[in-house]
Each structure stands twice: as C-alpha cells, then as structure tokens.
C-alpha cells in the first residue's frame, strides 16, 4: 500500500485530506508542523508528501530541503495559500513535484499523486535497466579477463603435466613407492587445477552462446560450482539432488547459472543471520521434473531465517530487500523475475515444514505453454512442496 504524508498546520484540513486519501486506499500519515512531519518521515518511509507552505516554525520550502536530503526519491507536493504563488516557484525550483492552491480540488490532488507515483515507478524502471547494464558489462568485463587468464594459464600447465608423466614413468621414482605416491598426489592436485581452469575458460567464453536446448542440471552444476567454497566458509552443509533424467529445454544457460547463484547468496545470508557461521546450516539444491505441468523446477531449500512477513509480495520487486543497509542491493531476485519471464517461466518461494523454505524457478518444456493457466500447476507445486 502507497504511503502518504499530509502536512499541515491546521487539523480540521489534515483529517479530511486523510480521510479522502483513506478512500483510495492510501495509507495515510498526518504531521501538524515540520519537526513532526521529519519524525514520521523517518519511521514511515512515505513515498509522497502533501505539504503547505505556510506553517509556524519551520515553512514547507524548508521542510521540502530536508525532506530531499534525507530521502530523494520522496515526491512532495506543495499547498499554497492565496498569493503565495513565489513561495510556489520556489518550492518548484527546490525540487517539488508539483504545488496547488487551497481550497485543494481533492480530483486534482489525487491525479496529482498519481503522477508523481508514475514518476517515480519510471526512475525505479532506469535506475533497475542502469544497474543491469552496469551488471551486464562487469560481467564481460569478468569473462573477458578469465578467458585470458585460463589462456595464459594452459601453456605451463601442460608443461607441468608433461613433466609429472616423465616423473612417474622414470625407473628411480618407479622403485620408490613413497615418492611416487607424493608424485601421484600432485598430479591429483594438478587434474584439479585443470579442471578450475577449464570451467573458468567455459565461463568465460560461452556467456553470449544465448538460448540453447540444454539441461537446466547444467547451470545449478556450474552455480554450486562457483559458490561451493562460499558455503564451507560459512559451515553451511550443501547436498545436491539432481534428477538425471530430466529432458532438455530451451534455456539461457548463464542466465539461469546468475539465479542459482542469487539464491546461494540469499541463503548464505539467511543461514549467517540464523546461525551465526556456526554449524546448523544446511542447503539442499534440487531439480524435478513436473509430469503433470510438463515443466522442470529447480529449487534451493535452506533452513535459514524465515522470509519476514508481509514482505512476500514485493520479495521480487527492484530494489526491494529486507537486509541492513550495505548487505544488499535489492537486485537479486529482480532479475531472477526478469529472468524467468524471458524462458516464460514461473519464479516464487514457498515456506516449507520444519522452520524450512525454498526458492525456485519452472520452466515449461514447451514455452507456448502458460504454466500458471496449466491445469493442476499449483495442486502439482503443493503437493511437491509437502513431500519436501
């Protein structure tokens, strides 16, 4: 529900605004000066502020200065009293969204409201596309630089891989059983080495390979790949359930690989939240196959903190997140959204028994297919998530 803060120095005015604004299912703050106004910002968050001009105390252009520096992307619109029209121009000039006359047309005030709201839905629609851009180039940006790194790397590894056959086929070593277990465990060490560097190559230099018939094991595969030493850092337990025998879809195999890595970072999270790096932790990642859908899902459960209540509904949404200033973006899961809505996908999470919970997204096998107008999808998702 939108917030919206009535500001005014007399109360019989603030009351009918915020019972006319309650009717359109606004909900309403109200602050009888600029002090108390500045209160009520910083505990309610308001998206748009209704304000006068002329109060005792701290003025509306005053109070409009404040309110920018603490919170920008507030709207506020200013009332003005007969032959207030220069304290109008600036308020405008300060950053106000708008100003009005009293007696305030209500009509007009709501349209106004509106306005200022699709505002501010567009400059979260730019800001979100900027910081998918931004994303988008660190990420070749990254690519290019593991590409180079893993193509300077093969030559001294073959090198070294040469010189370890040598060594294991030399007669001494052949009659030294310790040493050439020693040898053994380095060449161990060196396959393992290759292999990095081989995943590193493949991430860095298929990222643009686009939508493709593939397995969406795939990307969970290369995801807990990447995040795998994340999780023993924070002593959370990871098991990984893939159903082998699921068909191939029609998938952007880095994009999804991005999600199942937004999910470990969220569970990471909540899991340190719970359990303070102590053990406790656990993980499961999960692909199924849907019969009655005919789709596959792919699910991240953990029993970290519980999704907090009422925050369900905006988990997706840009720049929404329920971590402390500096822990998260809000991002993460909005681009899932989007994501997901490019395969024609369904994403969500559901609360599991045991104090547990999963992430998922389900792609359809045939993307013509709408998952949520599928006969059964949500009975099938119930189901599935009981027997978890």
């Known amino acids: 529900m939108v917030k919206v803060m009535v500001v005014d120095d007399e109360e019989m005015l603030r009351t009918r605004m915020k019972s006319l604004l309650e009717l359109e299912d606004y909900e309403v703050f109200t602050a009888e000066n600029g002090l108390q106004a500045l209160e009520v910002l910083k505990a309610e968050n308001p998206e748009i502020v209704v304000s006068d001009i002329r109060m005792p105390g701290m003025d509306g252009v005053e109070l409009l200065g404040k309110i920018k520096a603490l919170a920008p992307a507030v709207e506020v619109i200013m009332l003005t009293g007969h032959g207030g029209i220069e304290s109008a121009i600036e308020a405008l000039k300060k950053g106000a969204f708008d100003y009005m006359s009293k007696p305030v047309n209500f009509d007009e005030l709501c349209i106004a409201i509106k306005r200022a709201l699709e505002v501010q839905a567009l400059r979260h629609q730019m800001m979100f596309q900027q910081a998918q851009l931004v994303r988008t180039e660190k990420l070749s940006a990254v690519g290019e630089l ?56 493949a991430y860095s230099g298929s990222r643009n390979e686009g939508f493709v018939q593939d397995t969406v094991n795939r990307p969970v595969q290369d995801g807990l790949f990447l995040f795998t030493q994340q999780f023993k850092d924070h002593n959370i337990n990871v098991s990984l359930e893939l159903d082998e025998t699921l068909p191939p879809v029609h998938i952007d195999r880095y994009s999804l690989q991005d999600i199942v890595i937004n999910f470990m970072v969220n569970a990471r999270d909540a899991l340190d939240e719970k359990f303070s790096l102590q053990e406790g932790g656990e993980v499961r990642v999960i692909s199924r196959k849907l019969e009655v859908s005919k789709a596959v899902l792919v699910g991240l459960i953990d029993n970290g903190i519980a999704v907090k209540g009422g925050s369900e509904k905006s988990l997706f949404d840009p720049f929404f997140t329920t971590k402390p200033p500096g822990k998260g973006t809000g991002l993460g899961l909005s681009v899932s959204y989007n994501i997901i809505k490019a395969h024609d996908g369904y994403i969500n999470f559901a609360p599991l028994k045991n104090d547990r919970k999963i992430f998922y997204f389900v792609i359809p096998l045939d993307r013509r297919n709408n998952l949520l107008s599928m006969p059964g999808f949500n009975e099938e998702l119930k189901a599935f ?3 978890l």
């Open 146 to 201: 593991g590409a180079g790194v893993a193509h300077e790397m093969n030559q001294p590894l073959m090198a070294i891989s040469t010189h370890l056959e040598t060594l294991l086929m030399n007669e001494i070593i052949d009659g030294n059983p310790a040493l050439k277990t020693k040898i053994t465990k380095i060449k161990d060490q060196f396959n393992r080495l290759s292999t990095i560097v081989k995943r590193m190559h």
């Open 385 to 387: 998530f009981e027997s």
